[in-house]
């Protein structure tokens, strides 16, 4: 079984600062990660996701995240904010082992990001 | 392309009152379908998932329902609503062959029980 944490349940930032969220995983297995966005009264978006290939994945909205197996983290970047990029964001993690028998993929607890003029 | 549904957006319900809430989706066939719920402040729970009609699996113990009467519907249900239903539920669909585990979801319905 897999598991996922973000480290961070807030992070406040100011407007064209830089942001890191932080997500890390456990699993005995090869996965597929990645991160959604949940804007006010919204349901998730997708941002990006890592299937395979360069560890240096490029999503919507400017975000960026890269998959470090050793560390097994996969921790989303954006290198200037701004105040529209306040949400909540989802780090997820799906097992290969279970494709086809539904129920593939763990969330994060969830990050808000504060964005502040 | 794809498309999900989910109805009614926004719902106020008393205690002890039933409760339906509704997704379908469209574009795809056979897809694997989820109920999540979000309380005030806390992350995303997973209710149910469904790999096909009238096949359904509970995650959490609750007084809460679903059914698949139809491949590309999903219904959530309960008989007498708790102040602690209240939240924001959300439907979800992924792809039952081939799927990365991505899931697609709707835009949410927030149930709010006094």
């Known amino acids: 079984a897999q598991s996922v944490t973000q480290l961070d349940s807030q992070v406040p930032v100011f407007e064209e600062a830089p942001v890191e969220l932080r997500c890390n995983y456990s699993?005995?297995?090869?996965?597929?990660l990645f991160w959604y966005v949940q804007y006010p009264n919204q349901g998730l978006q997708l941002l990006l996701k890592?299937?395979?290939?360069?560890?240096l994945v490029k999503g919507i909205n400017g975000f960026e995240a890269e998959f470090n197996k050793s560390q097994t983290s996969f921790h989303l970047r954006k290198p200037s904010v701004h105040i529209s990029d306040t949400a909540e964001y989802f780090c997820?993690?799906?097992?290969?082992?279970?494709?086809?028998?539904?129920?593939?993929?763990?969330f994060g607890g969830g990050t808000r990001l504060m964005v502040k003029p | 392309s794809q498309t999900i549904h989910q109805w009614p957006a926004t719902l106020v319900q008393p205690v002890g009152s039933p409760l339906s809430l509704e997704c379908t989706v469209e574009?795809?066939?056979?897809?694997?379908l989820y109920w999540y719920r979000q309380a005030a402040g806390r992350g995303l729970q997973l209710l149910f998932y469904?790999?096909?009609?009238?096949?359904i699996s509970s995650e959490v113990p609750q007084n809460l329902s679903a059914s698949r009467p139809q491949d590309r519907q999903f219904i959530l249900s309960s008989k007498k609503l708790l102040l602690s239903d209240s939240g924001f539920y959300l439907c979800?669909?992924?792809?039952?062959?081939?799927?990365?585990?991505?899931?697609?979801f709707g835009e949410g319905s927030r149930l709010t029980v006094l």
């Open positions: 574009g795809t066939s056979n897809p694997n």
């Open positions: 979800a669909w992924d792809e039952s062959l081939g799927s990365t585990g991505e899931l697609f």
């Open positions: 997820a993690v799906s097992d290969y082992l279970q494709r086809g028998a539904g129920n593939m993929l763990t």
């Open positions: 890592y299937l395979s290939g360069s560890t």
């Open positions: 469904s790999v096909g009609i009238g096949q």
């Open positions: 699993s005995s297995v090869s996965v597929y």
